[in-house]
T-cell receptor, first 112, second 113 residues
Framework: AQSVTQLGSHVSVSEGALVLLRCNYS??????LFWYVQYPNQGLQLLLK??????LVKGINGFEAEFKKSETSFHLTKPSAHMSDAAEYFC??????????FGKGTSLLVTP | GAGVSQSPRYKVAKRGQDVALRCDPI?????LFWYQQALGQGPEFLTY????????KSGLPSDRFFAERPEGSVSTLKIQRTQQEDSAVYLC???????????FGPGTRLLVL
């Protein structure tokens, strides 16, 4: 079964610092990989997705992620954190874009 | 156009009561998914519809859970004889087709007392 592991349930960064949220996947077939963001009391919003095209994927709000097959990783990065980036982030995997299997999430805290 | 909407946003039920949660997908979206998100966890897949056909219900935790989408648009997730472990946020998502991006609603937060 396909699955993802998110390392670090809580990450804290200073405003303006680099954001790095880690995600490793387990899949027996080329995966579709996703990052979603969830703000309090809201649904999930897609940040970006990888579907076997370019390995570096650019998303909304300045986020990007790089697919590294050799490391089975799909880490999410942003060069400079904003206060508005504080939220819960979920990595997810699916086969052929079907049902999503989510990680447990990483809560991002941005301090002034 | 409007996004995915869900109602009610909050539901408190006494243990043993039946509840019905509604999902209005984006107009024209063929695929509809239900997920369950327990506190502090990621969402977990429950069931999937392609139009009115329920093609996968492997994630439904028990036979107390039932979902339908009779006209291929609005969907209802029904939970019979609710238990405390059913307390969670229930998320609905829709997509143009099964392999397309899923758009999520705000969820229904169910609390079973």
């Amino acid at each position: 079964a396909q699955s993802v592991t998110q390392l670090g349930s809580h990450v804290s960064v200073s405003e303006g610092a680099l954001v790095l949220l880690r995600c490793n996947y387990s899949s027996s077939v080329p995966p579709y990989l996703f990052w979603y963001v969830q703000y309090p009391n809201q649904g999930l919003q897609l940040l970006l997705k990888y579907t076997s095209a370019a390995t570096l994927v650019k998303g909304i709000n300045g986020f990007e992620a790089e697919f590294k097959k050799s490391e089975t990783s799909f880490h999410l990065t942003k060069p400079s954190a904003h206060m508005s980036d504080a939220a819960e982030y979920f990595c997810a995997v699916s086969d052929a874009g079907y049902a999503l299997n989510f990680g447990k999430g990483t809560s991002l805290l941005v301090t002034p | 156009g409007a996004g995915v909407s869900q109602s009610p946003r909050y539901k408190v039920a006494k243990r043993g009561q039946d509840v019905a949660l509604r999902c209005d997908p984006i107009s024209g979206h063929v695929s509809l998914f239900w997920y369950q998100q327990a506190l502090g966890q990621g969402p977990e897949f429950l069931t999937y519809f392609q139009n009115e056909a329920q093609l996968d219900k492997s994630g439904l935790p028990s036979d107390r859970f039932f979902a339908e989408r009779p006209e291929g648009s609005v969907s209802t997730l029904k939970i019979q004889r609710t238990q405390q472990e059913d307390s969670a946020v229930y998320l609905c998502a829709s997509s143009l087709d099964r392999a397309e991006t899923q758009y999520f609603g705000p969820g229904t937060r169910l609390l079973v007392l």
